[in-house]
């Protein structure tokens, strides 16, 4: 008997998923009825940390005494228990390990916190009831596992957290410490010391060391002691561990106490709504707008919780046979990856507050993660529980799933293609290798737009539809690891290094594809496909294990360069931030005049005093500037002296640059940072990484386990098919809305044809209203003096330097917070009568005004 039977024979024909539906709406209504009242402030902090008292310290204390003390341990399958010790250590592990590669430096708080919020489920309040609603009739054991899965993360791994929390803050202790210790260090110390004789010096600096040596030994004795019995006490404390080691010592007694379930009833049947409705009241105060790393922090986090996880659980249970035959460690397998979609507890944020760690990041992610999370076990159980056959019509349902999936993509890759077009930046990196990633993606979907040809043009057209979609997906996984190799070597070589290795990454991206796809047509030759049904692979084995090793390299690739891009980006935000302030400091020795007249390139300032090596070309070459670098300071920042460049290929680096800035300087960007958008790459390389993932997997069960067919791979093939197939829709989700600059093109565009001129144009002076002169003449007399002092700064607009300019949202806050406007639409109208009135101006005369990072100069 195969698995597919098994699963078949195993699952209830007659189950009805309405539970599940009725048990997510009921959840989540109370989860949103919490969040409505904390939002009206129907109830106050302090009555909302008086409930979450109630809540953690008596309800759900009882509720697991209860549940213990009346579970049935000899039904209990404590293998599978171990399997989830095992892939949850597996994902503690792994995360601690990003943490500490990623983070510099290394904080170990934060690597405890992430690890629990990767591996803390939310089983009592949320976790219980949609169990319960799932298998109360068909497995009516398995909703009790929540009460002894949820100490395994409280007993074994959150202790690690708790000491890598405790370090953390003992370190921070320590450090602000280690000041008032060093006194005797200080200069003023050993000017006094130095007046002493020398035996005596000698006999007091013994005597200071051995003392010295004394204190730190007892000192770290007593810190090793005091974190131990810190930690021991949260363990012991904890009102969830307490009471789960007395429910299994009151499953022995039980019938001889059953009076006492009377009472713990009382606080137990409360539990699950006040839960929900406090986690509801804890969502007002977390919700905060993440952007630049904490967005990307946050995406990580809930990846790794809500798909990492799950896969992982199945893949440990699974390999581990926990159940007695096939059957049982199917059905446990499927379990353990609906256990794993549930979200994170609330308990991380009260870590996070505790120790003051990712308080913005954090909490905001628990939000995300548990609103993601419903329709994601939603569709997780309804798959789970399919009964489909293994030739059932579950194949057609994804031909055409995919089918549709290619053809929408089509028009969402056009329209990534006309914005790169009309932005240029085709001509810039890295989004020239997003570009070659985009006609990839496309490829994917035309490939499976041509599914309908098979039908028709036997056997040719299945050649040609194979080899578009195969090619395809064969090319965008290696355009995803040059991508993030691309960023690496922005960050660590130069400009002119990665612009000369554009050619090479073609040839690979576009050849190695190439050769693998023309070897699998003449592998299976006569139009002998295999089975030719399921669209992720249709050559069965052979095409998994292609896309296996490509996979693996991509992966490996991508992530290796991303972690060293990282490390790159601190070490270099540091000479950043130097270069800054001493273009700062230069400027305000000067005197500022007009914008128009004094803007000049940045070079000027980093070739004053002596050469810096991580200097590259592109930061002090440009056909309009006139003030390049001469003699040996050019030399050295044309090619830093550790490459070892000849003469020769420096001046081949200075033409290959010169011919980059011929194409991109003269682009109307307006905006005071690089446009590389660096943080959107980043962002789309995280969620391809997670769409290889599941290609990963997917490729790996293909293989070892062919014919098996559970509800898990059926989930898996759907959304492979999204991951893998729509991956033009990830690259839509990052760049599709940038759309900004081609509305701008066609505005100039328009501008040019009926006025002469891309510039904008101004109501002529006489016709200004009395509004817009009042306004302009109050501010000329009461405010530009300190407005222009407060706001205006030098700027770096690509490889210039402005001075005395300011965004466009930065003088909007100042508006408001002298008073001059109410709010942010006030404040608005306020900016664009000063531009109506030429009080102010964008640097290029090409925008009105925006509330936006576009950057602005008062006229003199």
């Known amino acids: 008997m195969n698995d597919s039977e098994l699963y078949e024979k195993n699952v209830n024909k007659d189950i009805n998923l309405d539970n599940l539906y009725k048990a997510l709406v009921e959840c989540f209504s109370v989860i949103l009825c919490g969040f409505a009242t904390g939002k009206l402030n129907l109830i106050s902090q302090r009555e909302i940390k008086g409930l979450d008292v109630f809540v953690r310290t008596f309800s759900l204390p009882c509720v697991i005494f209860l549940s213990l003390a009346q579970l049935d341990f000899s039904s209990i399958n404590w293998s599978f228990l171990g399997s989830i010790l095992v892939s949850k250590s597996i994902v503690f592990v792994c995360v601690i390990i990003v943490t500490c590669i990623l983070s510099r430096p290394i904080h170990l708080g934060k690597l ?27 497995n009516p054991n398995y909703p009790s596992y929540v009460y002894l899965l949820a100490p395994i993360s409280l007993a074994v791994l959150n202790p690690i957290a708790y000491v890598l929390l405790e370090i953390g803050k003992f370190n921070g202790e320590t450090n602000s410490n280690n000041e008032s210790k060093n006194i005797n260090e200080s200069p003023v110390h050993e000017s006094v010391n130095l007046s002493l004789p020398e035996e005596t010096r000698n006999r007091n600096n013994v005597e200071s060391d051995e003392n010295t040596q004394s204190r730190n030994y007892q000192s770290d004795t007593k810190s090793d002691f005091k974190l131990f019995f810190a930690v021991i006490v949260n363990i012991f404390t904890n009102p969830v ?19 006492i379930g009377v009472v713990l009833n009382a606080f137990a049947s409360v539990f ?18 993440l952007k630049g790393n904490a967005l990307v922090t946050s995406g990580i986090l809930i990846i790794t919780k809500l798909l990492v996880l799950p896969l992982v659980t199945r893949e440990i249970v699974s390999l581990l046979h926990t159940g007695k035959n096939a059957t049982e460690t199917l059905n446990l397998s499927t379990f353990g990856f609906m256990y794993g979609t549930f979200p994170t507890a609330p308990m991380v944020f009260v870590l996070s507050a505790q120790y003051d760690i990712e308080v913005d990041s954090v909490p905001s992610s628990l939000v995300v993660c548990t609103f993601l999370s419903a329709p994601l076990m939603y569709i997780s159980a309804k798959m789970i529980f399919m009964d489909f056959l293994p030739n059932d019509d579950y194949i057609e349902k994804l031909q ?29 990196l890295p989004h020239k290798i997003t570009g070659f990633l985009i006609i990839s993606q496309i490829i994917i979907c035309i490939g499976v737009a041509l599914l309908p040809i098979r039908e028709f043009f036997k056997p040719w057209s299945t050649y040609i539809q194979f080899s578009f979609l195969a090619f395809g997906i064969y090319s965008s996984r290696l355009w995803t690891c040059f991508l993030a190799i691309t960023l690496v ?27 693998f796809v023309i070897a699998e047509n003449f592998a299976f030759t006569n139009g002998h496909f295999g089975s030719l049904t399921n669209p992720n692979f249709y050559i069965g084995k052979f095409q998994s294990g292609v896309t296996l090793f490509l996979l693996i390299i991509s992966f490996i690739g991508t992530i290796v360069s991303l972690i060293l891009q990282h490390r790159y980006q601190l070490r270099f935000a540091k000479y950043f931030n130097l270069i800054q302030e001493v273009n700062s400091d230069d400027v305000k020795e000067e005197r ?25 070309i592109e930061e002090i070459l440009s056909e309009n500037n006139s003030n390049l670098c001469s003699g040996s300071c050019k030399k050295e920042s044309v090619c830093p002296s550790e490459f070892n460049c000849t003469p020769a290929e420096r001046e081949m ?8 800035n011929a194409t991109t300087l003269n682009e109307n960007i307006d905006e005071d940072h690089e446009d590389r958008q660096i943080l959107r790459h980043i962002v789309l390389l995280l969620l391809l990484i997670m769409s290889m993932f599941v290609n990963l997997m997917l490729s790996i069960w293909t293989l070892v386990v062919e014919d098996a067919i559970s509800g898990v791979y059926i989930e898996l093939l759907f959304l492979n098919v999204i991951l893998n197939i729509g991956q033009v829709f990830i690259t839509f989700a990052v760049f599709g809305f940038n759309s900004k600059i081609l509305f701008v093109s066609i505005t100039n565009r328009w501008r040019k044809f009926f006025y002469g001129a891309e510039s904008i144009v101004l109501t002529p002076v006489t016709e200004l209203g009395f509004e817009t002169t009042h306004v302009c003449h109050q501010f000329i007399a009461h405010h530009l003096q300190n407005c222009e002092k407060e706001i205006a700064k030098p700027k770096r607009l690509k490889l210039r330097l402005y001075k005395a300019c300011f965004k ?44 936006s990072d576009l950057l602005y100069t008062f006229k003199s």
Not at 114 to 137: E, M, R
Not at 244 to 256: A, D
Not at 598 to 603: L, V, Y
């Open 112 to 138: 405890g916190l992430f690890a629990v919020f990767c591996t803390q489920s939310n089983d009592f309040a949320l976790g219980y009831p949609i169990l319960k609603a799932l298998y109360d009739q068909e």
């Open 241 to 259: 561990m307490l009471m789960t080691f007395l429910g299994m010592l009151g499953n022995l007694f039980y019938t001889y106490i059953e009076f």
């Open 272 to 289: 699950s709504t006040t839960a929900l409705f406090v986690l509801g009241l804890r969502m007002v105060a977390n919700t905060h707008k």
């Open 400 to 428: 055409s799933f995919a089918f549709n999936v290619g053809v929408v993509g089509i028009p969402f890759g056009i329209w990534l293609i006309i914005l790169f077009i009309a932005n240029k930046s085709f001509s810039k």
């Open 489 to 515: 070597l922005l960050q660590s070589r130069s400009l002119c290094f990665v612009l000369k290795l554009i050619p090479a990454l073609n040839i690979l991206a576009w050849g190695i594809p190439a050769i």
């Open 592 to 616: 500022e005049t007009s914008i128009g007249d004094n803007s000049r390139d940045t070079t000027s300032q980093l070739c004053k005093g002596s050469c810096s090596k991580t200097t590259d």
């Open 653 to 660: 680096c200075e033409e290959t640059i010169k011919q980059y």
């Open 808 to 851: 466009g949202k930065t003088l909007v806050s100042w508006l408001q917070t002298k008073r001059l406007a109410k709010d942010e639409v006030e404040a608005i109208q306020y900016a664009s009568h000063l531009l109506e009135g030429r009080v102010l101006r964008h640097i290029e005369n090409r925008h009105h005004f925006e509330n």
